[in-house]
């Protein structure tokens, strides 16, 4: 898979705020990264983790 593109983040970021709807969940094209924020903590999500979301949606589709 090529690069992550800014459509990828903001899917996975999408999936995450139904999954989840009481965090804060923001896509950050410039750093292909994903933040996720609640219960008094932030998570980042790299590159590779949100790949890995990416690639594991599209197999269950």
Do not use: F, K, N
Not at 23 to 47: F, H, K, N, T
């Amino acid at each position: 898979m090529a690069a992550l593109t800014a459509a990828h983040l903001h899917e996975v970021a999408e999936w995450m705020r139904r999954w989840q709807p009481t965090r804060r969940v923001a896509a950050d094209p410039a750093r292909s990264r994903i933040l996720s924020e609640g219960q008094d903590r932030v998570i980042v999500y790299e590159e590779a983790a949100v790949r890995r979301l990416v690639l594991t949606s599209r197999a269950r589709s």
